[in-house]
């Protein structure tokens, strides 16, 4: 049996009180826990997710996934991501990290194979010999947490973390090692990474065919073949997700979102909102 999210664009309105200190973890969470979460989640951190057992189908930064457990899943500050159904066994646990947190454990991977195909999955399944391991590591991540005394916790804690992952997590990314060795493939792990950092103010490929110093025709053809979506569509996901989520879980009106995703008038925004969605972005806030 499966509990399926009726699908809503709006947000909720408290993540940012997740993030009252630099990490935050929370063990056994289960379908059941989940029903509540009915809107994609615009993450404010970066976020990482172990599925003990179950499967998940979830848009997460626009591309579908079908996640089965054991996985482990990481959303990165930004992402958007779009749950659609959970099966009843779900059983997870989730990290939350600031982005000082991020940073210090940054300087501990960014200089390895490792962090460069961490980034290009999503999720990765996690092989059996390291399985169990998930619930003896958020054990001790918790007893860091609730050692209160401790001056050094912060530090602890980024040590734990990636011990974790030099000591067991690399093993779900060995058969993707040889990805970042593919040029093709970090032009196109590149480009999305400049999309979602870029998109409410640069909507032209020339941008950035410009960024990766080679001409835009050679980009969208990259991007076809590596993503199945061209360059420009992307862009225009991006910018049309934004647009949904501003219309629906804001109080702005439509010429500050206009302004918020740098359209040059209200009018502008408005015919290429209704161009990709069929709406005016009036009719799309009322629907």
């Not at 958007?80 to 990290?97: G, K, N, Q, R, Y």
């Not at 702005?252 to 408005?270: K, R, T, V």
């Amino acid at each position: 049996m499966s509990t399926r999210f009726k699908y809503n664009i709006d947000l909720p309105q408290t993540l940012d009180a997740i993030l009252d200190q630099d990490f935050w973890v929370i063990d056994n969470v289960s379908a059941a826990m989940l029903q509540s979460l009915t809107e994609p989640v615009k993450f404010a951190a970066n976020t990482w997710i172990f599925v003990k057992s179950g499967t998940c189908h979830a848009e997460i930064s626009l591309i579908s996934h079908k996640i089965k457990g054991p996985a482990f899943v990481s959303i990165r500050r930004s992402q958007f991501l779009m749950p659609s159904l959970i099966s009843s066994d779900f059983e997870a646990a989730v990290i939350v990290m600031s982005k000082r947190f991020e940073e210090n454990l940054f300087l501990l991977l960014s200089d390895t194979p490792l962090y460069s195909v961490m980034n290009r999955h999503v999720w990765v399944p996690v092989p059996s010999e390291i399985a169990g391991s998930v619930d003896s590591f958020v054990s001790r991540l918790n007893s860091i947490l609730a050692d209160r005394d401790n001056p050094y916790g912060g530090q602890a804690l980024v040590f734990e973390v990636a011990s974790y992952v030099f000591g067991s997590l690399y093993k779900c990314y060995e058969p993707f090692i040889n990805e970042i060795t593919t040029n093709k493939g970090r032009m196109a792990n590149k480009f999305l990474s400049l999309v979602q950092e870029n998109y409410k103010k640069e909507r032209f490929l020339d941008f950035y065919a410009s960024q990766l110093e080679i001409t835009p025709k050679h980009l969208s053809r990259t991007i076809k073949s590596q993503t199945g979506f061209t360059a420009v569509e992307w862009i225009e996901r991006f910018v049309i997700l934004e647009a949904k989520v501003l219309l629906k879980s804001t109080n702005l009106n439509i010429q500050q979102i206009a302004d918020e995703l740098n359209f040059p008038s209200q009018s502008f925004f408005g015919k290429y909102f209704k161009k990709y969605t069929g709406m005016s972005p009036k009719e799309f806030r009322n629907s």
